[in-house]
């Protein structure tokens, strides 16, 4: 069998909460994709209460070996404990951050046109809105020095040419994979480069780098005015690469214009070694065990995966159409059932269906087989 026969493998880490809810789903959609092989682990609580520890060096030597990871979410009010000596589970994710040294966060902001009514933005506004936000997660302020005297107080922003070349060039591969689905490879860096000095270099080194490739199309915008447009004109960003504090605080703006948490991905990415694929949403314990999860941000996260951990950006694609198909046919599981109080009905918008997670996976699954 040469390596391209092999079956891709994924290790799928449920944890815990709703985690093995979904992660189930998630297991049952791949199987209606293709062949993968799948491993399942525990890690966060669950392996707290297994193992002692939030992520074995086992654990962790199956995801260095694997090809991609799917994570469901850690945590829950069983581990939380003001002990700073018991183990956590979040340990389990920054182990896992660390061990596959992921140092770049993908998040795709595509809202549903079926749930556009969900968004705090007016539908004209958030329609045709489809934008990825590439943040470096390693470096920058979050991680420089720091310190406090009795008068003040100080964080302090550093950056390396090699450490903003690795991201521009995460972020123009990800315009080039999103450019096969048809648009154009556009990449905005965003910077405060008016008034930093890392900002300087971020935008003197992502220009020099995005010049070397002729197929993209970059444009440099200020961190305020990239805040700005995020509300006023969303639809006209392609993919946004930024550093780590302004993405911290873009992705989140960015996330909230779909208005529904139950439906965000994400996707951590290293250099060449497996990425890390997981639902934005934690373990929600308020609804564990109830059957009515949301498993759609899971599902994107799993098309995430294909399109960016093994290379199959059609069946990414394919997922992505059946999930938009099953919304337009009105399916709700309950955190999606919402309608804004005095808000007049509207015509263009299906009748809602209350659906459980098994039912939401079953009608995603038969959309991808009839497709
Ligand atoms: P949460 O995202 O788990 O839940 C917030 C609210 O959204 C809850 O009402 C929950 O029921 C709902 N919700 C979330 N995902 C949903 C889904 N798929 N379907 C339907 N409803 C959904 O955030 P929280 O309550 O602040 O945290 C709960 C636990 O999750 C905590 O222990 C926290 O540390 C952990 N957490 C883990 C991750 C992760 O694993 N990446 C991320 C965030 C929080």
Not at 1 to 21: K, N
Not at 137 to 166: K, N, P, Q, W
Request: hydrophobic share 40%; glycine share 10%.
């Amino acid at each position: 069998m040469t390596d391209a026969d092999r079956r891709p493998r994924i290790v799928a880490l449920p944890g815990d909460g709703i985690g093995p809810e979904i992660v189930a789903s998630a297991r049952r959609l791949l199987d209606a994709v293709g062949e993968f092989e799948v491993t399942e682990h525990p890690v966060g609580g669950a392996s707290i209460d297994e193992h002692g520890t939030a992520l074995t060096d086992e654990v962790l030597r199956a995801c260095e070996s694997a090809d991609a990871v799917l994570l469901g979410a850690v945590g829950g009010p069983r581990w939380e404990t003001t002990d700073p000596d018991a183990p956590r589970p979040e340990q389990g994710l920054l182990g896992l951050r660390k061990g596959l040294g992921l140092y770049a966060n993908l998040r795709p902001v595509r809202p549903s046109a079926a749930l556009a009514h969900a968004s705090p933005l007016r539908e004209e506004r958030i329609r045709n809105t489809d934008l990825l936000v590439v943040r470096e997660l390693t470096g920058g302020i979050y991680f420089g020095d720091r310190g406090r005297s009795e008068a003040g107080a100080h964080d302090t922003c550093e950056y390396s040419v090699a450490e903003i070349e690795r991201i521009a060039g995460t972020a123009f591969d990800a315009a080039r994979a999103r450019a096969s689905g048809g648009k154009g490879a556009r990449v905005t860096s965003v910077d405060k480069a008016n008034v930093l000095e890392t900002s300087r270099l971020w935008r003197e080194t992502v220009d020099r780098v995005a010049a070397e490739h002729q197929d993209l199309e970059l444009e440099d915008m200020l961190v305020d005015n990239a805040a700005m447009q995020l509300v006023a004109a969303p639809s006209r960003f392609n993919v946004i690469l930024t550093e780590n504090m302004f993405g911290d605080i873009l992705s989140d703006e960015a996330a909230m214009l779909t208005g529904s948490l139950g439906m965000l991905p994400s996707a951590s990415l290293g250099d060449g070694g497996p990425g890390l694929f997981e639902p934005v949403h934690g373990s929600a314990p308020d609804i564990a065990g109830t059957g009515t999860a949301n498993p759609l941000a899971t599902f994107l996260s799993v098309a995430l995966m294909l399109r960016y951990g093994l290379e199959r950006p059609g069946d990414a694609d394919r997922i992505e159409s059946a999930v938009d198909a099953v919304l337009e046919r009105g399916l709700r599981t309950p955190d999606l059932c919402w309608v804004e109080p005095g808000r007049p009905p509207m015509s263009d918008v299906p009748a809602e269906v209350e659906v459980g997670t098994q039912e939401m996976t079953d009608a995603v699954i038969e959309e991808l087989q009839r497709a």
